[in-house]
T-cell receptor, first 114, second 114 residues
Framework: DAGVIQSPRHEVTEMGQEVTLRCKPISGHNSLFWYRQTMMRGLELLIYFNNNVPIDDSGMPEDRFSAKMPNASFSTLKIQPSEPRDSAVYFC????????????FGSGTRLTVV | AQSVSQHNHHVILSEAASLELGCNYSYGGTVNLFWYVQYPGQHLQLLLKYFSGDPLVKGIKGFEAEFIKSKFSFNLRKPSVQWSDTAEYFCAVIPTGGGNKLTFGTGTQLKVEL
């Protein structure tokens, strides 16, 4: 099992540019989560999907952020336009169906907006 | 809504010292409980989990946690820490039958000195 795969590992972009982060969950997992981690705010849940449907997006900071899950094996988190305060590590996690078993996290994307 | 409190934000120990990190949750029903560890520059990894049964749970790398229902606590322990245990530790909870959304504590930064 390859685990949760995120790309890119690092992204440096200029303010105002569009950024797209990608995630491939573990095969067979039906829940997918996007988290943001910063020193100031810690670990924040941005959005999560169940069976490709967004269930809770209350953590999405503002309209500049959007997330999609077109199929069970792929999800994107897009920031348009990006701002320096979006700089953070973005983690994707997935979990299997059935009773909660905890999440498996990806290695994260470190985003720097200059 | 449930919440998780980790009262110790930073802990510094010498090698071979014993460790106990506090975790309290607020939720009236039954819960599933987790401890995750994040080594410097890495993603979160599951240390141990509690669903039911024996309230003393053993995890990887010599860690254990005890669920005390009456105190709403799930403290993490290790009898003798090593320098390699330097990391950030997160407690998390999912209510039983309450969906699949993990609520994380704010984390405890552990530094083990030689």
């Amino acid at each position: 099992d390859a685990g949760v795969i995120q790309s890119p590992r690092h992204e440096v972009t200029e303010m105002g540019q569009e950024v797209t982060l990608r995630c491939k969950p573990i095969s067979g997992h039906n829940s997918l989560f996007w988290y943001r981690q910063t020193m100031m705010r810690g670990l924040e849940l941005l959005i999560y999907f169940n069976n490709n449907v967004p269930i809770d997006d209350s953590g999405m900071p503002e309209d500049r952020f959007s997330a999609k899950m077109p199929n069970a094996s792929f999800s994107t988190l897009k920031i348009q336009p990006s701002e320096p305060r979006d700089s953070a590590v973005y983690f994707c996690a997935s979990s299997p169906p059935g009773a909660p078993r905890g999440y498996t996290f990806g290695s994260g994307t470190r985003l720097t907006v200059v | 809504a449930q919440s998780v409190s980790q009262h110790n934000h930073h802990v510094i120990l010498s090698e071979a010292a014993s460790l106990e990190l506090g975790c309290n949750y607020s939720y009236g029903g039954t819960v599933n409980l987790f401890w995750y560890v994040q080594y410097p520059g890495q993603h979160l990894q599951l240390l141990l989990k509690y669903f039911s049964g024996d309230p003393l749970v053993k995890g990887i790398k010599g860690f254990e946690a005890e669920f005390i229902k009456s105190k709403f606590s799930f403290n993490l322990r290790k009898p003798s820490v090593q320098w390699s245990d330097t990391a950030e530790y997160f407690c998390a909870v999912i209510p039983t039958g309450g969906g699949n959304k993990l609520t994380f504590g704010t984390g405890t930064q552990l530094k083990v000195e030689l």
